[in-house]
Structures are given as C-alpha cells and as structure tokens.
C-alpha cells in the first residue's frame, strides 16, 4: 500500500469560522493584533469543540484564546468565532456588545473586540455568571482607556446579582451609599437596563454539523513540507495523558 493511501481524511486540516468552512483567506479585520505574545488580549476569539461523550451526551466546550498564539493545526475540527460572527451594526448587535457599548466601556476601541469575546465565551459556558466569574474571564484582557469601571458595570448586567449601576463603585457600600464625603453625592448611573436588549442564550450558533461527524479521532493530523517531498505529522492531544503518550512514542522513536 503505497503512502497516500495510508493517509486518511485527517490530512486534510479542517475548521470553520463564524459558521462557515474556511477554504481561503477569509479578510476579517476585527481581531487586532496587540502585542502578539499574549499579554494584551486584544486578539481574543473563541475556539470550540465537539466533545463526545458515552452517555450518549453531546456537547461542545468554548475557549476565548489569544490568537497571536494559536497554532494553525491546532484549529483542525475546531469552529474559530470571531467578533463580526457574533453580531454588527449592519445586521444586528449581540447583547454582548450592545452592553459594552451603551455602558460606555469602549474609548479608542482597540481592546474592545477582545473584551467583547472573553465575555461571550464566557457567556457561552454559563449563561448566568457571577460577577466572580466575569472579572476572572478579564484577567487576560487589557484595556489602558477606560480604568475597566464602565466595561465591568455593563457586563454586571448578566450576573445572577443585578444592579442599578450605582453600587458597582469602589466607593459605594453594599446599599450604595457613597463613603467618604459627608455630603454623600449620588452615583450617578452609567446606563439605563431598560434599553438592554434581552439576552436569550437558546439563540445562539449552533456548532457546524460537519465537524460533529468529523471529530471521532482528532489526535494525529498530517501535511506537507514545503518541498511536497514527505509529510509532517502534528499532533493534537484531547487530554493531557494522550500529551504524554505521545512524547513516550516519539522518544522511542528515536
């Protein structure tokens, strides 16, 4: 059996972005590149996976991912989201971003689209996060305009613990009182909820069909040098033992 019928369909390195298959470059510009290692988040997207179980139970689990560091093949049978899939102003603003937005958490707007995604990911995983959880959903995010107030009282919004905006300062108590001034001002509102779209998590993109059918063994992924004279095989490990049974193989290899 020669070599190119040992290669299976996995050759081929498969995924989809905002819903469709991508078969070229696909020219979306809302991601920004920051400081392309890492540190900014203004490159956020979310990566998801169909992850079978034997209950008969299928499911796919979410990731926001910084993707200055995101490997090519480790994209194979994974549907890449990006900030124009989740809504626009042309067709219609997700909630996620409506919030940001009419909370006043973008200035300059450069870290918004990675803000935007760690939250919908996040969103994605739990419909009903607490505030706990939406501030650890930001630690790799970035922002130097706002001072993270306005961008954290908007999002506070889909928490289990709603608030009028007047007691997401750090000058406030838990009635909303303002400390340290005897005159006691009040705190003056950033939003109106009422304006709020509501947020319907049943309605969001359902994962690609075809990546469902595909994903039975992910692991092993093979492509061509550059020369087109062998193949290379990149390997995507599904849990960490499988990481370790594959650096066994490759020192036995050598």
């Known amino acids: 059996m020669t070599d190119s019928q040992n290669r299976t369909s996995s050759d081929e390195l498969i ?20 400081c392309a290692e890492g540190g900014c988040g203004a490159c956020t997207v979310m990566l998801s996976r169909y992850q079978p179980f034997h209950t008969n139970k299928l499911i796919s689990q979410h990731y926001a991912v910084n993707a200055c560091l995101a490997p090519l093949c480790s994209l194979h049978l994974v549907a890449v989201t990006t900030v124009e899939g989740i809504g626009s102003v042309a067709r ?34 739990n419909p009903t996060p607490s505030m706990a959880d939406v501030e650890e959903a930001f630690q790799g995010n970035l922002c130097r305009c706002t001072g993270y107030r306005p961008i954290l009282e908007g999002y506070k919004t889909f928490t289990m613990v709603r608030t009028d905006g007047k007691n997401g300062c750090c000058m406030a108590n838990g009635n ?6 005897k005159d006691k001002p009040e705190a003056t509102s950033l939003y109106n909820t009422a304006d709020f779209e509501p947020y319907d998590p049943t309605q969001e993109v359902i994962f690609p069909p075809e990546l469902m059918v595909r994903n039975t063994n992910p692991q092993e992924i093979h492509s061509k040098t550059l020369n ?3 193949y290379l095989v990149a390997y995507k490990p599904d849990h960490h033992l499988h990481t370790v049974e594959h650096k066994l193989l490759c020192q036995s290899k050598i």
Do not use: W
């Open 15 to 34: 995924f989809f972005v905002n819903g469709k298959k991508v078969r070229r470059v696909v020219g979306l510009t809302g991601t920004k590149l920051g």
């Open 92 to 125: 219609k603003l997700h909630p996620v971003q409506e919030r940001i937005a009419k909370s006043h958490g973008s200035q300059c707007g450069f870290c918004t689209p990675g803000i935007v995604m760690s939250m919908y990911a996040l969103l994605r995983n």
């Open 176 to 181: 909303g009182d303002f400390q340290g001034s």
């Open 228 to 230: 087109q004279a062998k």
